[in-house]
């Protein structure tokens, strides 16, 4: 078996401008384009979120204290 020629992907190329138009190819790379970069800054974002546990708990006493009264 072969694989794929170039002359096979110029023909694949050539039937999805035919198919959808450059200017939905276009959006479509724009999108996509937004989505990857907004993906790898969230990736990329390194600074763990922020947790105090001491006062969440103390949170959360004062509201079984609540309860109980």
Do not use: C, H, W, Y
Not at 18 to 37: E, I, M, N, P, V
Not at 43 to 52: A, E, F, R, S
Request: charged share 20%; net charge positive; proline share 3%.
């Amino acid at each position: 078996m072969e694989g794929i020629s170039i002359t096979k992907l110029l023909v694949i190329a050539v039937l999805i401008v035919l198919l959808f138009g450059t200017s939905k190819l276009r959006t479509l790379g724009a999108d996509l384009g937004a989505a990857l970069k907004g993906f790898k800054k969230t990736v990329g974002d390194d600074t763990p979120p922020v947790q105090n546990t001491a006062d969440s708990s103390a949170a959360g006493q004062q509201n079984v204290e609540k309860k109980d009264v």
